[in-house]
């Protein structure tokens, strides 16, 4: 099984539908990430949380929102999808050793969103 | 802000032969870290290479290779005996404190 799993792979969802991507780990990390994929864009910090009750706004939070059900769980929502959300989503995991020693983050193997 | 640039949106490169990806950040800090990281295909984010700012020497894992300029705030990443399995995404990233700062992508495509 994956060190971080993310659910869905795929999702087509209409304008104004609420949809939420759900990642879970099992690497023991503390720190949990989410991170959107654009074409030319790179990847882009949406949320962040650095333990259970830590939640952090990234560079691009607005229209996403977030919850960290349980240090292994972190998910993301969209309250009212719309096109331009369409992306690629990842999850990344880390902890505060591994930080502080500059190592990087473990990824999940992201959720392809299309809002139509 | 740090930043992170990659000039080269697409590359190519022959079979077996070498290319050299670009990349250049902008910081203000002394102390950071450096990656190359590869998309395939799958989507998976693969970790390729990493670099310690306070270490001169530049890093090696097999085929791939970094140049590190730190005064030209540079860090290239030269993938020798090219081979198919390469194509991919490629992304720069930068690790300042607590957070990852990525490029934009070059992506890679391998001619046999």
């Known amino acids: 099984d994956a060190d971080v799993t993310q659910t869905p792979r795929n999702r087509i969802t209409k304008t104004g539908k609420r949809i939420m991507l759900e990642c879970s780990q099992t690497k023991g990390h503390d720190r949990m990430y989410w991170y959107r994929q654009d074409p030319g864009l790179g990847l882009r910090l949406i949320y962040y949380?650095?333990?259970?009750?830590?939640?952090n706004k990234g560079e691009i939070s607005d229209g996403y929102s977030v919850s960290r059900q349980a240090q292994a769980k972190f998910s993301l929502s969209l309250e009212s999808a719309i096109p331009n959300q369409t992306a690629l989503y990842f999850c990344?995991?880390?902890?505060?050793?591994?930080?502080?020693?500059?190592?990087?983050?473990?990824f999940g193997s992201g959720t392809r969103l299309t809002v139509v | 802000a740090q930043t992170v640039t990659q000039s080269q949106p697409e590359m190519s490169v022959q079979e077996a032969e070498t290319v050299t990806l670009s990349c250049t950040y902008d910081?203000?800090?002394?102390?950071?870290?450096l990656f190359w990281y590869k998309q395939p295909p799958s989507r998976q984010m693969i970790l390729v290479i990493r670099?310690?700012?306070?270490?001169?020497q530049n890093a090696t894992e097999n085929r791939f290779s970094v140049n590190f300029q730190k005064a030209a705030k540079s860090f290239s990443l030269k993938i020798s005996d090219s081979q198919l399995g390469d194509a991919a995404m490629y992304f720069c990233a930068y690790k300042g404190g607590n957070q990852f700062y990525f490029g934009t992508g070059t992506s890679l495509t391998v001619i046999p």
């Open positions: 990344a995991t880390s902890d505060f050793n591994r930080d502080r020693a500059g190592y990087g983050y473990t």
């Open positions: 910081t203000s800090e002394s102390d950071y870290y």
């Open positions: 949380s650095f333990d259970v009750k830590d939640i």
């Open positions: 670099q310690e700012a306070y270490k001169q």
